[in-house]
């Protein structure tokens, strides 16, 4: 299996913040990577498609980048609704995996 | 817009059988093929994808779930089940179902239900 490095675990940050999550995988999935918002209680909403894709009706604010091994999320601008725990995931190889995830929280 | 539902018993007993379905209402047409899978996430723990069935019933399994899942999908394609047997404690979760999109340029879980409790205990 793909093992998935998810960083950090949690994170607390101020409204307007530009905050930055990482995910290393344990090898090389090109761009086969998504990123996903999951609040409490509610469905995991895909926000981000093969690496950098902004899926449709996602605030701009929400970017993804990276290739390989190694990929970044961003939110660029904090905002009070993406109080969530995000979550990193490969599609490159079966079984699909995920991230830890990162609790983000508002201070 | 598809929606997902999961439905099932909220408490199984240690050693039998965890059956859940999920039910598929709205326009479930895509520009890709697509898969429903199951996903399940353990209190304080990450997501653990258990597995996925094609519309013509082709299927996947999590090689670490691989010989107690069964997973099977109605012929009027509005309804998806899992089955999980011999649970243990270890099997208590939130399960969701979710529908993967298979795109030109990705693959991605984009309807999820909302999830449902399984708790594993006698």
């Known amino acids: 299996d793909i093992q998935m490095t998810q960083s950090p675990p949690s994170l607390s940050a101020s409204i307007g913040d530009r905050v930055t999550i990482t995910c290393q995988t344990s090898?090389?999935?090109?761009?086969?990577l998504n990123w996903y918002q999951h609040k409490p209680g509610r469905a995991p909403k895909l926000l981000i498609y093969?690496?950098?894709n902004l899926e449709t009706g996602v605030p701009s604010r929400f970017s993804g980048g990276g290739s390989g091994t190694d990929f970044t999320f961003t939110i660029s601008s904090l905002q009070p609704e993406d109080l969530a725990t995000y979550y990193c995931?490969?599609?490159?190889?079966?079984?699909?995996?995920f991230g830890q995830g990162t609790k983000l929280e508002i201070k | 817009q598809v929606q997902l539902q999961e439905s099932g018993p909220g408490l199984v007993k240690p050693s039998e059988t965890l059956s859940l379905t999920c039910a598929v209402s709205?326009?479930?047409?895509?520009?890709?093929?697509?898969?429903w899978s199951w996903i399940r996430q353990p209190a304080g723990k990450g997501l653990e994808w258990i597995g996925r069935?094609?519309?013509?019933?082709?299927?996947n399994y999590n090689p670490s779930l691989k010989s107690r899942v069964t997973m099977s999908v109605d012929t009027s394609k509005t309804h998806f089940s899992l089955k999980l047997s011999s649970v243990t404690a270890a099997d208590t979760a939130v399960y969701y179902c979710?529908?993967?999109?298979?795109?030109?340029?990705?693959?991605?879980?984009?309807?999820w239900g909302q999830g449902t409790m399984v708790t594993v205990s006698s």
């Open positions: 709205g326009d479930s047409s895509t520009s890709g093929s697509y898969y």
């Open positions: 090898q090389d999935i090109r761009k086969y």
């Open positions: 979710a529908r993967e999109v298979v795109i030109v340029i990705g693959d991605a879980f984009d309807i």
């Open positions: 093969d690496a950098s």
């Open positions: 069935i094609s519309p013509s019933g082709s299927t």
């Open positions: 995931q490969q599609y490159s190889n079966l079984p699909y995996t």
